[in-house]
């Protein structure tokens, strides 16, 4: 089902990238909320949309029902559909019921989706005049996760990039400060600010933070990192405002990570002695750790299906510390600004895809025979009937793979099934 | 706009779906965008189908908008049809794809493909996935079965259809087998099942069959009755879910199909009956039980756990409303209200507030039970993963009333345990925070369960002292009584003699 593809050769990317426009087998950006609501602990998420939009979190979430889960759908009926003055009433309506039921939440977000934006219902004026009638009590942002906009994690760069402009101004004469960006697990925001710590890098703060109310000031004298390679208009956002990116690797594995701590060091000009210090122990951690998974992934070929972005900086991690060999990268966006250091160091040979037709994807994937596909869950149990090994793609995003102390686990969710299919005899 | 925190049911194109994964050699071309493909994951994770499901979206974009999402359907019907060579394709929009308004059939027509393809117009935002499968199936009969019927060579042997089943449904896949055995101890041919495993041309020969099964009105009916209108095809409607309702589906078939039952019903290898009547379920006598379904589950298992089991049904609902009238005739005959809701947060309100001893529900119901530490059981769709197992586990049947009766009374402490907790409660290795030995994870009640509930009531450190020594399967009962009790008589605080007067004056 092609619609078109192209093989392009951009000019800031000096090797070729196969554009797809086909059938997509992703899930839209909804999908974020699932995580983003356990990070920012006293937010709500509110779909506006249908019942697939609902069917499709509660199918994405699995058995994560939570007592009362912090988000929900405004389902729209046939009689929202009749004219846009009832839907803007009915919304303010639902969101009267809802901040009523849990007084506990300070920032409501209203999420838009396919149908709240084919209809055109403004979701930004709703949210301004919703902040404006619960202030101070709670504050209402707006974003789309729909699917026509948003491919899986870009829901959560829209989400954020939604908070950006939240977050109060940094004084003037503020000194420098850094700010690490994208939904982490508490776990891994732990190692890290230790190691920022160990540094002496000491103003550092998390975005999203862990409570709505604990927003970071940002201005000129903010640095950022990324931790996440899908956060384009997020970056793009506290560029904005003045904050500069510090560019470097994503921190996944030894190599990434250093990396990724090396940007701030120079930032903050540490000196090669310091860095080393605080370094060292954690890489060398992960460098064991990587090792106990080195014999099982060395030399084994790798297929990635587009799903969360994060494809390009795992298959140079694969590549680069664990000797994998990735046949075909396919990334539903390709953000060549945020990702120009990963680009550099992806193995030569590896054909990077952006966009899909899943079929023709398919039919390429079964021609090459790779020894493990990263892919999504409805293309996952079928490649396995036809006797590949799969991993699935989601798991890379809810679990810790960030970072030093996460690396062994991160090359173990690769070399798990392989494991497994070795093992069984049945 | 409904606030809505879990849906019990998906999008009616979900329903769809169900209709045309469980058939063979049907494609469904899908004008939806790229979340939407979501739904896969719940036919090849939940159910573990180990082949994508028969379906190619459009997955059109906010940039295809108003330039050429009609042209993208027509390609994607195209190739849809080149790749997969289907007998037989249904079209259709979702909900985002409703507002757009390609007409997918429309452009569909025009593809002039050289097989039947067929338009669905499913309302998305007024209707939910079980009517998507009955509206769907319904469809691809009404134009797939229209011809005369074959006839038959006199002295055949009676034969019917088997109706109703899908991918994704909650023991289908079981049941149908378990059917087909029980038509076949009548002498009773199956010349058709469908949806589930049957193919465009098993469609077109329903018309042969002396009568339909329908075992999953929600899904099949409005088929059956148009081929009982169009071909004169009587319907047996008797879920067999139960002994007493497998008993009464084999006389209803007998009657229709003009055979003798005896031999079917004498074969009966059911053990429900002895195992309910063995001393060790005394203890069954009166467990209060909630039911929640769809109506079709939570009709039947009402009356297994009442006739079968000698519980007391304490509540019965549905989540579809289509059929709230059954539900609510048959919460009369237990004396209990009907609640017929698709709001989760109701339904755990009824459960929170009657206490039950056992749940009979969905996976919700599953969630909101280990919430208020309940023991439940799965008895319909929503399924969950785990509703899917390796083993033979059908709910119809002889051998359903078996699997019935374990997986009910599983969950619950069993009798002879329940004797010994009772009578050493206070024993430091024996209490009841070490949980039922045969329950999983051994768990101690958790700290919200324990809570005090809706009451302004206090209690004295005694009496909650007191409470904590009862039993935790009975814990809860014995809270809400004495609540009850006080609040009943203006007591504005709960002593060790309130938790006892209560008691006495509860006991019936
Ligand atoms: S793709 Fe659009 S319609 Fe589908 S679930 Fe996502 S937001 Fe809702």
Redesign the pocket.
Known sequence: MTQSASIASCDDLARPVLRERGQREV????TGIVWLHRKIQDAFFL?V??R??A??IQSAAGVMVFAEPRFATAIMEERDLAGLADANEELDRVVDKLLERRPEIRLLFLVG???SEVIKLDLSRAAQRLSKKHSPAVRVLNYS????ETTFTQGEDACLAALVPDAPQSEADAPQSLLVVGALPDIVEDQFARIFADLGIKDVAFFPPRRSTQMPAIGPNTRFLIAQPFLGDTARMLEERGARRLPALIPLGAEGTTHWFKAAADAWGIDAGTFQRAIAPGRDRAKRALSRHRDALQGKSIFFFPDSQLEPPLARFLAQELGMRPIEIGTPYLNRDLLSAELEQLPADALLSEGQDVDLQLDRCRAARPDIIVCGLGLANPLEREGFTTKWSIELVFSPIHGFDCAGDLAGLFARPLARRAMLRV | MKLTVWTYEGPPHVGAMRVATGMKGVHYVLH?????T?ADLLFTMIERRSERPPVTYTTFQARDLGTDTAELFKNACRDAYTRFQPEAMIVGA???AELIQDDPGGLARALDLPIPVLPLDLPSYQRKENWGASETFYQLVRTLAAKQATPRPDGARPSCNILGATALGFRHRDDVVEVRRLLGLLGIDVNVAAPLDATPADLRRLPDADFNVLLYPEIGDVAARWLEKTYGQPCVRTVPIGLGATRDFIAEVAKIAGVDPAAALESDPSRLPWWSRSVDSNYLTGKRVFIFGDASHAIAAARVASEELGFEVVGLGAYNREMAREVRAAATLYGVEATISDDYLEVEAVIAALQPELVLGTQMERHISKRLNIPCAVISAPAHVQDFPARYSPQMGFEGANVLFDTWVHPLVMGLEEHLLTMFRDDFEFNDAAGPSHLAAHAPPPAAALAASVSEITWTPEAEAELSKIPFFVRGKARRNAERFASERGLPTIHIETLYDAKSHYTK
């Open positions: 899930f839209c950006g909804l779909v949309g249908s697939t939009c069917h499709l989706s396919c149908p996760g729909s699917g026509i | 939806a965008p790229q979340g939407d979501y979702s909900c985002t």
